[in-house]
C-alpha cells in the first residue's frame, strides 16, 4: 500500500484495489476496500495487525476477499435464493463521508439500490457501512434503509476473521449457556454451551443464537473485547485442516493463522417501507492481564 497525502482519510492501493486508509491522531489505523466497504486491516494505537487476510487471496475484485472483515448482506450463507453471503461484499461501494471527531477519525461507505445492482432485485435500499477509529478501538456500524414503498427481509453479519498467534491457545468468553447450532453436522446439531471458554481444536461452525452483547477473545498473545448491538446472533468458524485444504483462496497451514468471531443476523429481519435497522460492532484491543 501506498498513501498519497496524510489525512483523516487517505486514497492507496490495496493489491490491485481502491481503498481508504483511515488513521486516528493517536496513530491507530485501518484501510478500507471501496470493493465490499471491506474492512482488511486494523492496527490499533498500541500497535501490531489484528486481522488475517489470506496469502491466497484475490486483490482484484474478482471474487471476495479472503480475511478481514467481509460486510454480509442481504443474506447469510446460502440461506436464500440469492448469491451466497450477498451482494454487498462484491460490490463496489462509495466514500460517502469522512473526518474527525474528537480523538477519533471515522469513514462512511455507501452502497444503495441507485447504483443500478441488478441483484437488489425489487427492494430499493440504502446502506451505509462506518468505520471509527481511535486509539485501541474500532467500531463498525451497518445501516440499512429500505427506501422502498413495500417491505422487505434481509440477513446481515460482519464476517470478521481475527488473527491469532496459535490456535490451539484461542479462547472465547462470554458465551457459556448460549444455545448453538453446530453446522459440521449432519443435520446440525443444536445444544448449549457448557464450558466457560469455547476453544478451537479442530473444525468449527456454529450459530450462537440471542448471544450476550459481549465476548473476550484471547487470540494468544493478544486481548479483544467484541460488543454487539442490533446484530443478535454470533457465527464462530474456522474450517479446519481438511475444508481448508479445498479452499483455493487460502494458503498451506493459513487455517491455524485466524478465527471467525462474527457479529451476525442469522434469521431474516423484515423491514417495512422507509424504515431503518443499524447493527454495530466494536472491537476493542485491551491490556492482556491474564491467560485462560
Known sequence: MHAESRNAVTA?????????????????????????AHLVSWRPAAGGERLFC???SALDGSKAIRGGVPLIFPQFAARGDGMR?????????????????????FAEFALSSADG???????????????????????????????GS????????????????????????????????????NPPHSSRQAAQFLRCPHALDRIYHATPGELTLQTGTALL???????????????????AAALS????????????????????HWLDAEQEWLGTCRIEAIEMKNQF
Not at 117 to 144: E, I, K, M, W
Not at 230 to 242: E, I, L, Q, R
Request: proline fraction near 3%; glycine fraction near 8%.
Open 225 to 243: 473485547r467484541l460488543q454487539q448491538q442490533g446484530f443478535h446472533d454470533t457465527v464462530v468458524w474456522n474450517p479446519g485442516a481438511a475444508d
Open 150 to 185: 413495500a417491505g422487505f427481509s434481509f440477513a446481515a453479519a460482519l464476517h470478521s476473521y481475527f488473527k491469532v498467534d496459535d490456535l490451539d491457545a484461542v479462547a472465547l468468553d462470554g458465551l457459556k449457556n448460549t444455545r448453538y447450532t453446530d453446522q459440521t453436522r
Open 249 to 268: 483462496d487460502l494458503g498451506a497451514g493459513e487455517w491455524r493463522e485466524f478465527l471467525c468471531v462474527e457479529a451476525a443476523l442469522i434469521d431474516p
Open 85 to 105: 453471503h450477498g451482494f454487498a461484499r462484491v460490490s463496489t461501494w462509495r466514500l460517502a463521508a469522512s473526518g474527525f471527531e474528537q480523538d477519533a477519525a
Open 12 to 36: 492507496v492501493q490495496f493489491g490491485q484495489l481502491p481503498a481508504m486508509c483511515v488513521q486516528a491522531p493517536d496513530g491507530a489505523q485501518a484501510t478500507v476496500t471501496l470493493f465490499g
Open 54 to 56: 489470506s496469502t491466497r
Open 117 to 147: 445492482l441488478t441483484a437488489a432485485g425489487a427492494h430499493p435500499f440504502d446502506l451505509r457501512f462506518r468505520v471509527t477509529l481511535s486509539a485501541n478501538t474500532v467500531q463498525l456500524v451497518l445501516h440499512v434503509r429500505n427506501t
